[in-house]
């Protein structure tokens, strides 16, 4: 071995497992492909199908146009609603008009959307913990029904919790699906401290795919002197895997693809931990771990795996 070498720091790279796509996801893109393949007209998808940037740049280079609203979709077209639910206006909107449309709601969501239905149909009003503005929670709100007695609430924070003023005897909780596990908990135990009859889901609504790469990116945390979290600005799960490690004690930064990341971040760094949200997919990761090549950190090594085995079906037209 000569002198130079020696000396040579070893660089590596770490990679979360689980990482990136999740079944909802998964399902939300096929739906948007098998719907380009098989009809001949013009494909529209009201809000972006699933948080990332460069999944939606590559489904509009095939053709599909993204939208706001239902009453931007031409008639005589094809309509898909995106993977974070929308409330039933949405659907009431779009049955009145000449268009199909398919449904790519996570049935994980879905699942959220039935549970606010049973509380209100029971009588019970709903706190809901979530960020206010995400589509999946202006989705959840908009499926509680519109004639109940019931109200449905939502609460951001523990300090939320605080200031309810809410008849305590009927009444139930839900969450997001993609929010802090270790936040979430906290809220959840300020609600039962304050309404101890309160009800809601074993634990919370959070999805086993935002529970597990939140498990992994704190094991990526402990061993890395640098966590990359892959994922766009608009995804809460890559938001909040980006704050579990720095909350972890370990810089992070999070980013689109490879052209995005700042090299100085890489400064006396010998372990860089890559880590990739729900709706991120893994040619991202690949192109990174190619870049980081480049500064030497050429030895790639997997974390345990968590294994998932979650799909979910297809509508059936598109089986
Ligand atoms: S993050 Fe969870 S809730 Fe959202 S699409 Fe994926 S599996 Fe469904």
Request: charge should be neutral.
């Amino acid at each position: 071995m000569d002198k130079t070498s020696k000396n040579k720091i070893k660089k590596e790279i770490l990679l979360a497992n689980p990482r990136g796509f999740c079944a909802g996801v998964e399902r939300a893109i096929e739906i948007v492909e098998k719907s380009l393949e098989k009809y001949d007209c013009p494909v529209f998808v009201r809000h972006h199908v699933v948080h990332n940037k460069k999944v939606v740049e590559n489904l509009e280079s095939k053709g599909v146009t993204f939208v706001k609203e239902v009453d931007e979709i031409p008639d005589e077209s094809i309509a898909i609603f995106s993977a974070h639910g929308v409330p039933e206006d949405v659907e009431i909107s779009a049955n009145s008009r000449n268009f199909k449309y398919f449904d790519a709601t996570c049935p994980l969501v879905t699942k959220v959307h039935l549970e606010v239905k049973k509380h209100a149909k029971l009588g019970r009003d709903i706190i809901l913990i979530g960020h206010k503005g995400h589509p999946e929670v202006v989705g959840t709100l908009g499926r509680h029904p519109k004639h109940s007695n019931t109200k449905i609430i939502l609460v951001e924070t523990e300090n939320d919790v605080k200031s309810l003023n809410v008849n305590g005897e009927k009444l139930a909780f839900v969450t997001q699906t993609t929010l802090s596990v270790d936040e979430t908990k906290e809220i959840i135990s300020a609600l039962k401290k304050k309404f101890p009859k309160i009800v809601g889901p074993n634990a919370d609504d959070i999805c086993y795919a935002t529970q597990n790469r939140q498990d992994a990116v704190k094991q990526l945390s402990l061993e890395s002197d640098l966590v990359i979290v892959i994922g766009s600005k608009s995804s809460s799960n890559s938001n909040r895997l980006k704050e579990l490690a720095e909350k972890c004690g370990t810089a992070s930064c999070l980013i689109d693809g490879y052209e995005d990341f700042n090299t100085n971040l890489l400064e006396d760094k010998k372990v860089v931990g890559i880590t990739a949200g729900a709706s991120a997919p893994e040619y991202i990761v690949d192109e990174l771990i190619a870049f980081l090549s480049k500064f030497d950190f050429k030895d790639v090594r997997n974390l345990s795996k968590n294994n998932e085995n979650v799909n979910f079906k297809l509508p059936r037209e598109l089986q």
